[in-house]
């Protein structure tokens, strides 16, 4: 904030920009309104698992005759009254966790979930220790060069910033 | 006989690079100039005789020319002239001489470049392009030959793939071969100033225009393959995690990271060896990508690219990796930080944190994409990594990604104030938070997007104060109107607004994401004949199916025929006609979707199938709420583009006053 009268103007303006992102939203809202339809189980089953014959896509997105007879299977077991879940259980169990597009969180491929996050940790841990290694290693020098840099007063640093501008 | 002349000519091509690969060092080594610029002349040479090379083979595909074997694969004397002109690129072996003619133009454009003050590089420069289109050319002469002749020339040719028959399709190979082929330039500027040993920002200055070129063609090339995939696919949305999608958009996310931190390099000379691994990492994946798709070991949507030349880019690739450790390793000590962090919350601390999220990120999209080959190698069997991992996997860290974006601009260089910064964000939080409470009254209550949504209210309104802060400045300062205002504050530093304009952009697609992603929904429905179903609110009701002539003449077309009725009122809103396409030459079957509904509630049909001559058939529907941001913030990304890159104009009149200068061109304080 840069003085008394500014800083109003900037609320202000702040306000105006935020009645006019809210007008933005407001008219978006429509979208969220509807409850999601009832689906055809079979269909999102299918969307679950991977088809063997249209290698990289999923059962429901495949259309070869092998991927019917397994849509047909699903259907089946839903008719005889089993959850979605006992249906993937069934599958699962017959061709292993392959046949699944969401790899599960356990087994061998719990690898592939940690490895991200793992990552994610090791990286940002990384860059932490590094950040804090980088501003440790000072020597006096170089903290009263800084003392004129870095100053926290905007306009003393600007000043500097145009002075080194201008040579 | 053109057609040879064109095989011939990219014969030279490669013996120019090849010459220019050898002769530029030496003249460097020698100090002897006029063997410098033979060779870039040699190198410059490359782009009209690839040229001719092109010009050879779209002589063949117009004139019908099928006793040339690629001519005969992707065309037919059925195709259009427009489709004979792309079918360049329309297939492994024409698409590879067309990659080499993007780069050999990436290359001349970089000889041509004056050379005045970073001279000391141009030897290096030129070695390291021309090696690398070498080894290109070198796989299209022996491994892909878009010239071979057929001993019997068919009397027709097979078509283009009916999937390649889009607009988007047009200008979406172009845009990646651009934007991979673009990264070169600063690649090669950063190899020519390892090996020279320089210790300044030389490199980065040098070729920062041509990252953002790079960059921005990659970043639209996505883009129009997302929108292909949305029209002509039939995957009701706009992104799969493909490899084919993934392996760019990793390199994108490198050169992402590198467009950040090249400017601590600028601003205070810190983070150099940083800065040579992220432009090495950038290059290496994009070698990587390129390999892996044109290789066929990973199957995807590009499964038609697939050929044997994936032991080539390995070996290739291994030589790049070795050559980069070496370099980067053996010129540590060229590499030294000019000054020291004086406080990890500073712009440059949460630019190190932005970029490693970048890279954990890349990561992740790495390693869900490279899991089922892992899997098999390993334990022999292939494990399917689909879309739920890499949006649970990746989706957090782009969030984390997005909040960054709303608070790194307020984080000064040097050593950040904790106050000023909470008091500049207060404002936007509370709008983040009113944004998300109208949405949980209106009925978003899952918790997930409620919270995306807030971030990205949160991150907008910042951004957006970031333009309302410094026009406010000029307005006082310089006695201007808000338009002007606006627009002076863009010239004056274009990078920087450029920059937040491609935030804004970011930001409206990362809403289209979540409100596809979370309240989206599809559903498959068998009708009868004049019965409906209903779905997000509309009724759909089945009026028959029938022939139509297909667009193309290799094919048959089927269209349904769907009213759409608000479900409450009973009028139609519209008329649907999904259709599907049948070639039978190719025995390849195109569902074509009818877009429909609002622009934020976008309807998406497909006809699925049909039985008893229509009796019957089977529609899915995609409910799309946002999806329409994501374009629309495409098209800001690309608009921001353009006022970064865009060459600055003569400075504005009248030098400004100290103080006005200082609010409207100091970074946020």
Known sequence: MISGTAGKREKSALFACLLALLAMIAVTLPAFAQAPAPDDETYHIAKKLNCPTCAGRNLADCPTDTCAQWKAEIKAQLDQGKSAQEVLAYFENRFGSTVLQEPPKSGSTILLWLAPVGAAIALIAAAGLVLRHMSKRRTPALIIADAAQGSDDPFVSQLEEDVKRSQ | ?669
């Open chain 2, 1 to 669: 006989m053109f057609t040879d002349l064109g095989h011939l000519s990219v014969i030279f091509a490669l013996a120019a690079c090849l010459y220019a690969a050898v002769i530029s060092p030496i003249g460097a080594h020698r100090n002897d100039d006029r063997l410098v610029q033979s060779g870039r002349m040699a190198a410059f040479m490359t782009l009209p005789l690839v040229l001719i090379g092109c010009l050879g083979l779209w002589y063949a595909l117009i004139t019908h020319d099928f006793g040339v074997k690629y001519v005969s694969d992707v065309s037919s004397a059925a195709t259009p002239f427009f489709f004979r002109v792309t079918a360049l690129w329309g297939s492994q072996n024409g698409s590879i001489l067309f990659w080499c003619l993007i780069m050999a133009g990436f290359v001349a454009a970089a000889m041509a470049r004056n050379w005045k003050a970073d001279k000391p590089l141009l030897p290096y420069v030129t070695m390291t392009m021309a090696l690398t289109l070498a080894f290109f050319l070198f796989i299209e002469l022996t491994m892909t030959d878009a010239f071979a002749r057929l001993d019997f020339p068919p009397a027709d040719g097979r078509g283009l793939n009916p999937l390649l028959r889009h607009p988007g399709m047009i200008i979406h190979p172009p845009m990646l071969y651009a934007g991979y082929t673009g990264l070169l330039v600063p690649f090669a500027f950063c190899i020519a100033s390892l090996i020279t040993r320089r210790t300044d920002n030389l490199w980065l200055i040098s070729s920062r225009r041509w990252t953002l070129v790079g960059w921005a063609f990659l970043g639209a090339g996505l883009l129009l393959g997302g929108r292909w995939a949305h029209d002509v696919l039939g995957w009701g949305g706009y992104w799969g995690w493909d490899p084919s999608e993934n392996k760019p958009f990793i390199t994108w996310l490198i050169a992402t990271a590198f467009l950040h931190s090249a400017m601590i390099q600028e601003k205070r000379g810190m983070f150099k060896n940083w800065n040579v691994f992220l432009m090495m990492l950038t290059f290496a994946s994009m070698f990587f990508g390129t390999a892996f798709i044109r290789s066929g070991l990973l199957t995807s949507v590009h499964a038609f690219a697939a050929s044997d030349i994936g032991p080539w880019f390995m070996g290739a690739m291994l030589v790049i990796l070795i050559a980069c450790a070496v370099l980067w390793l053996t010129r540590l000590d060229t590499l030294r930080s000019e000054n020291k962090l004086e406080s990890a919350f500073s712009r440059e601390g949460i630019f190190l944190i932005q970029n490693v999220l970048f890279l954990s990120t890349a990561f992740t999209v790495f390693v869900g994409t490279m899991f089922p080959i892992l899997s098999e190698a390993i334990a022999g069997q292939k494990i399917t990594v689909g879309p739920p991992f890499f949006d649970q996997a990746a989706g957090p860290q782009m969030a984390v990604l997005v909040l960054i974006m709303g608070v790194a601009p307020l984080l000064s260089w040097h050593k950040a104030n904790g106050k000023a910064v909470w008091q500049q964000m207060l404002g936007a939080v509370i709008f983040a938070a009113i944004v998300m409470a109208a949405l949980f009254i209106v009925g978003a209550t899952q918790i997930v997007p409620l919270l995306g949504f807030g971030l990205c209210a949160y991150t907008l309104a910042q951004t957006a104060m970031e333009f309302v802060r410094g026009a406010r400045a000029r307005m006082k300062g310089m006695h201007e109107n808000a338009f002007t205002a606006l627009l002076r504050l863009a010239q004056k530093n274009q990078r920087r607004y450029g920059g937040y304009l491609i935030h804004i952009g970011i930001v409206l697609m990362a809403i289209g994401a979540l409100g596809k992603g979370f309240y989206g929904t599809d559903v498959i429905r068998n009708v009868k004949l004049n019965e409906g179903f209903s779905v997000a609110g509309y009724e759909f009701v089945y009026r028959g199916i029938r022939p139509v002539p297909c667009e193309f003449e290799d094919c048959q077309t089927m269209q349904g025929m769907l009213l759409m009725k608000d479900a409450a009122t009973g009028n139609v809103v519209d008329g649907l006609f999904p259709h599907r396409d049948y070639y039978p030459i190719q025995q390849h079957t195109a569902t074509i979707p009818f877009i429909s509904g609002t622009f934020n509630n976008e309807i998406y049909v497909l006809l699925a199938g049909w039985e008893n001559n229509g009796a019957t058939a089977s529609f899915q529907v995609y409910v799309n709420p946002l999806i329409n941001w994501l374009w629309v913030g495409g098209m800001i990304v690309m608009l921001g583009f353009f006022v970064a890159f865009w060459p600055p104009g003569e400075k504005a009149p009248s030098p400004a006053p100290a103080s006005a200068r200082r609010m409207a061109g100091a970074p946020a304080k």
